[in-house]
């Protein structure tokens, strides 16, 4: 198995040459969603579909387009949470926000573009290839994202601003904002690398709990991190009344629940007959995050 880096270096080499695969783009919108691409994410969502694919019998080219895609996605709901008409945020990934520097409206169509070039991107892919397990993996992206994903979740925490937090609507947020996308990369990595569906549910519980954790922890830094490291102002969660885990179960709780979920993703992965090592360090890691 690669380690992390090598798999967020296959995805940094791949994801520009992705976008430009797909004709001629309109300059400034291929600025504008270069600019959100290049400003040095994690690439956690890639990485793991990647490893996700190999150990299911995979290939990291097998891989490649869906990776990018997923990535375009994660990148697109940053750029338009970041609007004024969302979050408000002006730094992100360390830098401007999209809409600072291109103005709202390129901000939007720069969100819109990488939605869109994620569906082509994966399409194409199974298109040419007539691969099922390509059409299933864009399936499953498409379906995590949208309207009964991540895009439900941003609705229930939007409306729920303001309001008394409780916890299955915190839970509920958070398992459609944050873990659906790496649901998203779990699932579509294993169903590209032959997995069947008691290998892919193993999966998808692994990144529920991963994504419940990694939300835990993302709250707690976002009272104790600084602006420097996150590459995005802390503090925020609690000026726009958001319904998080400290506002819920307070920091010790937060970081007591964050540990239940690392335990309980790694308990997942006890049911994939393949070596995990990698999937349940990168689980345990995250309770040491401090970016
Ligand atoms: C606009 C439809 C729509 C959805 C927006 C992504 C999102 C939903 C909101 C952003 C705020 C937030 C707390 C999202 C939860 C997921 C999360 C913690 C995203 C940040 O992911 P990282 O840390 O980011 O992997 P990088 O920049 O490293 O890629």
């Known amino acids: ?24 783009i309109p300059p400034l919108l291929l600025e504008a969603m270069e600019y959100s691409l290049k400003a040095g994410g994690k690439r956690i969502r890639p990485v793991l579909l990647t490893a996700a694919c190999e150990m299911a019998g995979g290939s990291a080219g097998d891989a490649r387009e869906f990776a990018c895609a997923l990535e375009m996605i994660h990148t697109y709901s940053l750029i338009h949470d970041d609007l004024p008409a969302m979050d408000n945020d002006d730094l992100r990934r360390g830098r401007p926000t999209n809409h600072k520097v291109y103005g709202e409206d390129m901000a939007i169509l720069a969100g819109d573009g990488l939605l869109n070039a994620a569906a082509e991107l994966m399409l194409r892919s199974a298109a040419e290839t007539g691969d099922l397990r390509r ?45 659906e996308l790496l649901e998203a990369a779990v699932e579509a990595g294993l169903a590209l690398g032959g997995a069947g569906e008691k290998e892919i549910s193993a999966g998808h519980e692994y990144a529920l709990h991963l994504g419940l954790a990694f939300q835990m922890t993302d709250d707690l830094l976002d009272v104790t991190g600084d602006t420097s490291q996150l590459g995005k102002h802390p503090g925020k969660d609690q000026e726009q009344h958001k319904m998080t885990w400290i506002a819920l179960r307070g920091v010790e709780g937060t970081a007591e629940d964050a540990r239940k979920e690392v335990r309980a993703a790694c308990e997942a992965l006890e049911q994939l007959p393949w070596d995990t090592a990698f999937f349940s360090d990168f689980a345990e890691s995250l309770l040491g995050r401090n970016m």
């Open 1 to 24: 198995m690669r380690t992390f880096e090598e798999y967020r270096q296959m995805t940094e080499e791949a994801l520009l040459p992705a976008l430009s695969s797909l004709g001629d």
């Open 135 to 179: 059409v299933k993996a864009a399936e499953i992206i498409l379906r995590h994202a949208g309207v009964t994903g991540m895009i439900a979740g941003q609705t229930e925490d939007i409306t729920s601003e303001g309001k008394t937090p409780r916890e299955e609507t915190v839970r509920r947020i958070h398992e459609h904002k944050t873990s």
